[in-house]
């Protein structure tokens, strides 16, 4: 199994990335898919989670507005498009599949003028 993100980076305020995670190992669109973050200091938290068909999305309410999940189980590849980037958006970003303990290596964003 491998979960491999990419698209993390610096930007400024106010600015975008999208996050992209390529699955491999498992059947990805069987599953629910979820990003997470953690920043320096801090635990590990839930950013935002979607179902396997797309039509369940969950958010952190810190990012609700700002980031969009979306996935496409053709490509087995699960998305974050993280838009209105603030300072406290600064962390490594995970992929997971908790339902099979799987998490990639993480991609740093960094969000600083």
């Known amino acids: 199994v491998q979960l491999v993100e990419s698209g993390g980076g610096l930007v400024q305020p106010g600015g975008s990335l999208r996050l992209s995670c390529a699955a491999s190992?498992?059947?990805?669109?069987?599953?629910?898919m979820s990003w997470y973050r953690q920043a320096p200091g801090k635990e590990r938290e839930l950013v935002a989670g979607l179902s396997s068909d797309s039509t369940i999305r969950n958010y952190a309410d810190s990012v609700k507005g700002r980031f969009t999940i979306s996935r496409d189980n053709a490509k087995n590849t699960l998305y974050l498009q993280m838009n209105s980037l603030k300072p406290e958006d600064t962390a490594v970003y995970y992929c997971?599949?908790?339902?099979?303990?799987?998490w990639g290596q993480g991609t740093q964003v960094t969000v600083s003028s």
């Open positions: 190992g498992f059947t990805f669109r069987s599953y629910y």
């Open positions: 997971a599949c908790r339902a099979g303990n799987y």
